[in-house]
């Protein structure tokens, strides 16, 4: 990338956009030293949910890239034969899932009138194609029923407005301001949605051939995606049907739905969470996960087995405290597979139906189990600190090998060299464990020094993993040498781990981190007076944390963060962030003000920019503007990056994520070794 001088009398951001696209010359020197460029990014391609076909032949699978002209991400679906030959497109559109015979597929793609539909492709030499829905809102969580006559998905449906008015003496013609928006719902808006408080999500059943979708759920309440029985009887969700539930607080019960008279029966009933349920394949038990109540921050769900008819309930996952990702039944009842991460990877174990758990797979890689047949042929993602993820298939039931069976990046990836990646353990406060990687540019000489970036993942309860990270690679590819860890409240180290920041966040994470930079700059590698630190949401609330309580870094970027509980609690999208108090704040405000990043403001030294979508409803920009306000009141060195077309997060959009590297860069380009730039 082609670098700015400093003399330049441009305004900063209208020089970094004008640097946005290398030059030919730097386009040339990068070729030639074969490392990853920001460009490439535009080219590298994602595959999702393969899917097995019944008799282990064929796997069908999502394949996206970015539509560079319309700056938005698109998919398709591609097959290939089980070895992975004959691999070729098939129709546009995602989440392919075959019919229980094999011969059909169902997924969604646009269609009329407008929006996302469900399509049927039949799976022979013709190819037949039938959009079975024309529905005004989009399908969720589409499954076939056992015998392939029927697709259960999941739909928002509208709601009659709580009430308005009608003011009167409007003559006829005339032009009147719209009505105001009444809102009398607690949960009345979600990042990325919007206003949701004028609908519910319910279960609807249609037949594959196409039809009239029928509606299975009723009533003002939210229903999650349904799971059909063996017999294809009943669908099965969670959801909390009760009067209070608006105001209720992690807790969710199972209940089933006949499909032919849709009535609706209550399986569990105990206070807490109660969720997932997975019928078995041989139609008498059903697996579940569920919690007790609790207010802990952070605890992972048990997996529970209970009859059909809800007696019976029962722990089988003991005390296996792992956060799982995914769950399906072995096609012979005899237990589930359960997909968790733990230590940043992720793998696959067993939960027998008798409580014995083992290990299926193990290894530093991120391995996403999306399908397998009767006989355990299996097909899954994998994804490597090095490798973007590509499909793979093994056996479930002997010696794991992956066998590699698409190669989508190796066309643009070929000959590019890539960024060392080492996982470090250290010791932090009160005797905890943390894990980190470092990341090293690819002509990493131990003897020189680099400038050095601190990233903080959001959640809290995140996971930094061993995936391939396109956005770490890319910047270590410019000389940086990067440090990510999984400090105390992160999740994939059990619930006391994740548990520990309850009612202290931020807090001892803090030292977490900073543990981590010491044992960085103990290597000896890093220019001490080049060390940034950034991150969004979470990370941006500890980011804001860290500037307060240390002057060590020469520059900072707080992206999407929350810099004042009192504020945020009731403008975030829900009001579930109440609870993560001792108090509310009306009772006693000290605790909000404390965790506060806001209020150590005064502190701050290190210039600190603030990256933020405009459309963000869950830091929403207020948070961010009021930061920057505080940091230009106290005179420190700061700068507002306000995002177009993102909600939560910068980089959605392919267009904006360039625009969050260069930013970043371009920020702490201009503080390296003390260096500053007035604006």
């Given at each position: 990338m082609s670098?700015?001088?400093?003399?330049?009398?441009?305004?900063?951001?209208?020089?970094?956009?004008?640097?946005?696209?290398?030059?030919?010359?730097s386009s040339q020197t990068d070729a030639e030293n074969k490392k990853l460029t920001l460009e490439m990014y535009l080219d590298l391609e994602s595959v999702s949910n393969p899917q097995i076909s019944?008799?282990?032949?064929?796997?069908?699978?999502?394949?996206?890239?970015?539509?560079?002209?319309n700056d938005r991400r698109e998919s398709s679906i591609w097959i290939m034969n089980a070895d992975g030959n004959k691999n070729h497109f098939l129709v546009d559109g995602s989440g392919p899932l075959w019919s229980p015979d094999g011969s059909r597929i169902a997924y969604t793609a646009s269609g009329e009138p407008d929006g996302s539909q469900i399509f049927v492709r039949w799976m022979d030499d013709e190819g037949a194609t039938t959009q079975i829905t024309r529905l005004e809102k989009g399908p969720g969580g589409i499954a076939w029923s056992p015998d392939g006559e029927s697709i259960s998905f999941s739909m928002n449906v509208d709601g009659e407005p709580a009430w308005s008015v009608t003011p009167p003496g409007r003559p006829d013609g005339a032009t009147w301001t719209e009505g105001p928006k009444v809102v009398t719902r607690a949960d009345y808006r979600q990042d990325r949605q919007g206003f949701v408080d004028e609908g519910w999500q319910h279960v609807f059943v249609v037949p594959a051939e196409g039809g009239t979708p029928r509606q299975l759920t009723n009533g003002d309440w939210n229903h999650s995606t349904g799971r059909w029985t063996a017999d294809g009887s009943e669908l099965l969700f969670s959801s909390l049907r009760t009067e209070d539930s608006e105001l209720s607080w992690r807790e969710s019960e199972i209940y089933a739905v006949n499909v032919a008279t849709e009535e609706i029966r209550q399986l569990t009933t105990r206070r807490g969470q109660d969720?997932?349920?997975?019928?078995?394949?041989?139609?008498?038990?059903?697996?579940?996960?569920?919690?007790?109540?609790?207010?802990?921050?952070?605890?992972?769900?048990?997996?529970?087995l209970m009859n059909l008819d809800g007696s019976g309930s029962r722990l089988i996952s003991g005390d296996f405290d792992r956060n799982i990702n995914n769950m399906e039944w072995a096609h012979d009842g005899s237990g589930v597979y359960v997909t968790i991460s733990y230590q940043g990877a992720r793998n696959v174990h067993f939960i027998s139906t008798q409580g014995a758990v083992s290990e299926v797979t193990s290894g530093a890689h991120m391995l996403g189990l999306s399908s397998f047949t009767d006989q355990g042929f299996a097909v899954a993602t994998l994804s490597s600190p090095q490798v973007p993820a590509d499909i793979v298939s093994?056996?479930?039931?002997?010696?794991?090998?992956?066998?590699?069976?698409?190669?989508?990046?190796?066309?643009?990836?070929?000959?590019?060299?890539?960024?060392?990646?080492?996982?470090?353990?250290?010791?932090?406060?009160?005797g905890f464990q943390i894990q980190g990687w470092i990341i090293k540019p690819p002509d990493f000489d131990p003897s020189e020094k680099y400038p050095l970036m601190l990233s903080i993942h959001g959640g809290p309860h995140g996971m930094y993993n061993v995936g391939f990270n396109f956005a770490w690679q890319e910047h270590a590819a410019n000389g940086y040498v990067i440090l990510y860890t999984n400090p105390r409240g992160s999740s994939g180290y059990g619930s006391p781990f994740g548990n520990a920041i309850k009612n202290a966040y931020p807090g001892k994470d803090f030292n977490d981190l900073m543990n981590g930079v010491d044992l960085v700059i103990a290597r000896g590698y890093v220019d001490e007076q080049s060390m940034f630190v950034y991150g969004c949401s979470g990370g941006g609330v500890l980011t804001s944390w860290v500037v307060g309580h240390t002057n060590r870094f020469a520059a900072a970027s707080a992206n999407c963060p929350v810099t004042n509980w009192l504020s945020f609690v009731g403008?975030?999208?829900?009001?579930?962030?109440?609870?993560?108090?001792?108090n509310f704040p009306w009772d006693d405000p000290s605790e909000h003000l404390r965790r506060s990043p806001l209020m150590y403001v005064g502190n701050v030294t290190t210039p600190t920019m603030l990256m933020t979508g405009v459309d963000d409803l869950r830091t929403p920009m207020p948070q961010t503007e009021e930061y920057y306000a505080a940091l230009k009141v106290m005179g420190v060195e700061t700068a507002m990056i306000r995002f177009n077309n993102e909600w939560h997060g910068t980089s959605s959009t392919p267009s904006n994520f360039l625009r969050t590297?260069?930013?970043?860069?371009?920020?702490?380009?201009?503080?390296?070794?003390?260096?500053?730039?007035?604006?």
């Open positions: 670098v700015p001088t400093f003399r330049s009398q441009a305004p900063w951001f209208l020089v970094l956009i004008a640097a946005t696209l290398p030059s030919l010359a019944p008799d282990g032949a064929r796997i069908v699978y999502t394949r996206g890239w970015v539509d560079k002209m969720t997932g349920p997975l019928p078995s394949p041989r139609g008498d038990l059903v697996a579940y996960r569920g919690s007790d109540f609790n207010t802990d921050t952070y605890r992972n769900s048990g997996v529970y093994f056996d479930l039931d002997g010696p794991i090998t992956f066998r590699q069976l698409t190669n989508v990046n190796d066309d643009i990836m070929a000959g590019i060299t890539l960024a060392d990646v080492e996982e470090i353990w250290y010791e932090s406060l009160d403008t975030t999208d829900g009001i579930g962030w109440y609870r993560n108090f001792e590297q260069l930013f970043l860069r371009e920020w702490f380009k201009r503080h390296e070794q003390g260096r500053s730039i007035t604006f």
